[in-house]
């Protein structure tokens, strides 16, 4: 590993002051689970780490009338047990089921998880079917912009060099709603993804007409999570039947563009996210009508 410096801030105003000082070089770290690896691969070479993990102030979730806000420094283990994720929002406890072992979800951060920008990140989709926001905060002042525009590619992002990403927010579920999140990859826990998807449904108070959906998956059309949008579109104000179904899954299938790479065939990872996609979509009509096996 090759040699760096460190900068450990008394408090967030010290670390933006410092970061604003630094054009370049600087990578803010927190507990490491990812940046600490893709240094010893050399895929990044910092010239200083901040250390960021003893600013307690970017480390809660709160409610504020009708929106959940989560400090970036939040590890996935105190996201799980707060209070606040009532079962309502079982869905994160999905993703920390299959996120790693207890030393991974005890370290890893919200803030952390969405700042890699990568479609191994399982935050993400479900992220972007909450439609969540990330406040972002420089010395200069703050701005707020959705996860979807945050993500600008494989390890990139609109965070400016001078910005920190403090906080990220989304809207309440509304009691006709749902979230489900799932994954497949080479084992059962410790898992990097083939496909990671979440799906978000609202269905009107009679029968099970689609209100709203959205799907997101680790890749649709490149290389870091998005939603996919047709698929959004298809299902839409139809009923959730076998037939209406069918016909998205095959709407699905025609919106990925994915690639075979060393782990899976471009082909498996069509038909996973197909399955995953109809997996949770009987997740979430279960819990929203108590009828399994609808679709």
């Known amino acids: 590993m090759h040699r760096f410096d460190m900068f450990v801030p008394e408090d967030l105003e010290d670390?933006?002051?410092?970061?604003?000082?630094?054009?370049?070089?600087?990578?803010?770290?927190?507990?490491?689970?990812?940046?600490?690896?893709?240094?010893?691969?050399?895929?990044?070479?910092?010239?200083?780490?901040?250390?960021?993990?003893?600013?307690?102030?970017?480390?809660?979730?709160?409610?504020?009338?009708?929106?959940?806000?989560?400090?970036?420094?939040?590890?996935?283990?105190e996201l799980i047990s707060s209070p606040i994720i009532t079962k309502h929002y079982d869905v994160f406890r999905?993703?920390?089921?299959?996120?790693?072992?207890?030393?991974?979800?005890?370290?890893?951060?919200?803030?952390?998880?969405?700042?890699?920008?990568s479609s191994s990140e399982d935050l993400l989709p479900v992220l972007l079917v909450l439609n969540a926001e990330v406040r972002l905060r420089s010395l200069r002042g703050e701005r707020t912009t959705t996860v979807e525009e945050f993500l600008k590619g494989k390890r990139a992002t609109a965070l400016k060099h001078n910005e920190i990403l403090v906080e990220t927010i989304f809207r309440e579920l509304e009691p006709a709603s749902t979230c489900s999140f799932d994954k497949v990859g080479m084992r059962n826990s410790l898992i990097i993804a083939f496909v990671n998807s979440a799906v978000y449904l609202k269905l009107a108070k009679a029968g099970r007409l689609v209100e709203d959906i959205r799907v997101a998956f680790n890749r649709v059309n490149g290389k870091i999570p998005q939603r996919a949008r047709?698929?959004?579109?298809?299902?839409?104000?139809?009923?959730?039947?076998?037939?209406?179904v069918a016909e998205t899954v095959r709407a699905l299938k025609h919106e990925l563009k994915l690639t075979s790479d060393f782990r899976v065939s471009e082909e498996y990872r069509v038909d996973v996210a197909s399955a995953l996609f109809k997996r949770m979509l009987n997740r979430c009509s279960e819990k929203l009508v108590g009828e399994r096996g609808i679709v």
Do not use: W
Request: glycine fraction near 10%; aromatic fraction near 2%.
């Open 15 to 77: 670390l933006l002051k410092y970061v604003d000082s630094h054009q370049s070089g600087v990578h803010v770290i927190a507990n490491g689970t990812d940046l600490i690896n893709r240094i010893q691969r050399k895929q990044v070479t910092p010239k200083v780490l901040a250390d960021i993990s003893g600013l307690n102030e970017l480390s809660y979730v709160r409610k504020e009338g009708d929106k959940l806000k989560i400090g970036a420094l939040t590890t996935i283990s």
């Open 230 to 244: 047709h698929t959004e579109e298809k299902l839409r104000g139809m009923k959730l039947s076998e037939e209406s």
């Open 94 to 117: 999905e993703v920390a089921a299959k996120f790693g072992g207890p030393s991974i979800i005890n370290m890893a951060t919200v803030g952390g998880n969405i700042c890699s920008a």
